[in-house]
């Protein structure tokens, strides 16, 4: 039988913390169904009370507690927070004092710094990694290309734009992607514009059934989306990769986030 | 006097829930600068004794132990890091136990699930959203906007498109953005494109110095980024969002990712 519960993320900033922490442990329970919901920026006594009320509300109407997780640095909205009718967990609560003892230091109870503009200079560089992977993507510009910490190359679809995207949001990093198109992979061989800049190349591929499929939702029935095109396609790449030493991965079973960590782990990236 | 420490992020999956959480609390400490690497993938005892020699090689050459940050899921492997001289902190051997006796039942140990294509269909609807950002942005095409959760409007350089980016990444949901150009600010009146889509509009406002630096790194000395025409600019806009009812947000001091959830929060948008 499906259980269903109601699970909060609640912080004092934007609750991205709490959200990727408490989704990362519910991923481990199995056959039960639960209602997430994120409230974010909960900064003041007055806003902890009227959490607090809406949680209860909650608790109130279901059978069954909500499970709360909590990043407050504030000890004063925690413990409004607290007495709320639920499994109340506190990343700051549970994990601060372990290392506090470590460093012989206090934390210093400042909010909004996980996830503002903490460090401006940091901040920036992300926002220029962004604005650099819009302006290059698919090869659109090669006008400074060689700024570029990595460069993605694969056929069309194999992910190449939302692995660029992560890399540049996430970590800063200087990421554009070049595509390989059928009068490349005929030879097989490298893009003019990529040659020079071979130390930063990374190539995707994937399996030619995925591609087809992938293909298929955007232009159903194309040659384009054939098994036959994407095949082809796919081991004239590959063989690419190989002539040119080029690291290469298969994300066919692969999410964004596995793709853009594995580029980073085998090109020895920054994260910034 | 600053303090160095060594920190780990380590993982068999990413990583990016040891990352996210562990930067999280490292931002509650000052006065000590840390130095962080992240180690993902580490999914086998073999794996997990390497990298707990590489942890001890570095708390034996600096004089104080590492801290770590571990999302490690399965017991046989978390035990061997267990063992590296650090400080060491496992998310789901902390937190899962309260867990596991709040819902009755065992977690399941499986690897790979937080940030895996775990769900497709969830995954599949986070590339699409991803997809239709960038195909939309900066109101480059107005075929099926009609489709979009979101619409961003702002004069340019006030963050609609790496707000955008974020809101179909990490959220999945259908953000596009749309150009306030002064051709409409100057009557103040909507770009006729955006006509009918009212309710999904949220707009963004600056402050003319922040936009005129911003606008300023771009293109130095050209009107474009004078203060006169960005506060002209800002003025319209606001001008414009008070005629219209548009919910808007003064995003100069703030990261995207607090615009982000901001503009869930205000449009009660649903993360999918």
Redesign the interface.
């Given at each position: 039988v499906s259980?269903k519960?109601t699970v909060f993320f609640v912080s004092d900033?934007?609750?991205?913390?709490a959200e990727?922490?408490g989704?990362?442990?519910l991923?481990?329970?199995?056959?039960?169904e639960f209602e997430?919901q994120?409230l974010?920026?909960v900064n003041t006594p007055d806003r902890a009370r009227v959490t607090t009320d809406y949680i209860n509300h909650l608790a109130e109407s279901t059978s069954q507690r909500p499970?709360v997780f909590s990043?407050t640095?504030s000890d004063e909205i925690r413990d409004v927070l607290r007495y709320s009718q639920s499994?109340f967990?506190d990343?700051?609560e549970?994990?601060?004092p372990?290392?506090e003892r470590?460093?012989g230091?206090k934390?210093?109870?400042?909010q909004?710094?996980?996830?503002?503009?903490?460090d401006v200079h940091r901040?920036e560089s992300?926002?220029e990694a962004?604005?650099f992977a819009?302006e290059h993507?698919d090869g659109s510009t090669t006008r400074e290309l060689q700024r570029a910490d990595v460069v993605l190359i694969a056929p069309s679809r194999c992910g190449k734009?939302?692995t660029t995207?992560?890399l540049a949001?996430?970590y800063g990093i200087f990421a554009t992607n070049f595509p390989l198109t059928e009068d490349e992979l005929d030879v097989p061989q490298l893009p003019k514009a990529l040659r020079g800049l071979e130390a930063k190349l990374f190539g995707l591929t994937s399996q030619p059934e995925r591609l087809a499929q992938v293909r298929g939702e955007r232009r159903p029935g194309s040659k384009y989306a054939s098994l036959a095109q994407c095949a082809f396609e796919l081991r004239q790449a590959e063989e690419l990769y190989r002539r040119g030493g080029i690291p290469s991965l298969n994300s066919a079973?692969?999410?964004?986030?596995?793709i853009?960590?594995?580029v980073?782990?085998e090109k020895a990236l920054r994260?910034r």
């Open positions: 259980q519960r900033g934007t609750g991205i913390t990727t922490l989704n990362t442990l991923t481990q329970f199995d056959g039960i997430t994120t974010p920026f499970i990043t640095v499994l967990i990343v700051f549970v994990l601060a372990p290392i470590e460093l230091r934390s210093t109870h400042t909004g710094r996980a996830h503002g503009v903490a901040y992300r926002i962004m604005n819009m993507d734009t939302p995207l992560y949001l996430q079973n692969m999410s964004i986030e596995e853009a960590v594995s980073i782990q994260r």
